[in-house]
């Protein structure tokens, strides 16, 4: 699958959206991997990263901005993303 067909898919038709989001996603998965070099140790502790981010993610829907949501949400799907990739199985993972 090429770029442009992800970023539709993504972007649920809107490319431009779906780029935006990869864009987002990616420099996330950067500056957390800088933030947090090992995710986690272990499956569990990565669930309990992934449940974390999850908590703030519903104070954030509770009671703060639509862009701190989606900020929050970011953090989300990038912990999800980490753990789709294993890092928790990993030693020294710095991409």
Same mark, same amino acid.
């Given at each position: ?38 995710? &986690? =140790?272990?499956?569990?502790? *990565?669930?309990?990263? #992934?449940?974390?981010?999850? @908590? %703030?993610? !519903? /104070? ?10 989606? &900020? =929050?949400?970011?953090?989300? *799907?990038?912990?999800? #993303?980490?753990?789709?990739? @294993? %890092?928790? !199985? /990993? ?5």
């Amino acid at each position: 699958m090429n770029y442009w067909t992800a970023a539709k898919l993504i972007g649920g038709g809107n490319v431009q959206r779906g780029m935006m989001t990869i864009r987002a996603l990616a420099l996330g998965c950067k500056l957390a991997r800088r933030k947090h070099p090992v995710f &986690a =140790e272990g499956k569990y502790h *990565a669930l309990g990263v #992934i449940g974390e981010e999850y @908590r %703030e993610l !519903e /104070r954030a829907v509770e009671k703060e901005s639509p862009e701190r949501q989606t &900020a =929050e949400a970011l953090d989300v *799907a990038i912990t999800a #993303i980490r753990f789709v990739q @294993r %890092e928790h !199985e /990993r030693e020294g993972m710095n991409g």
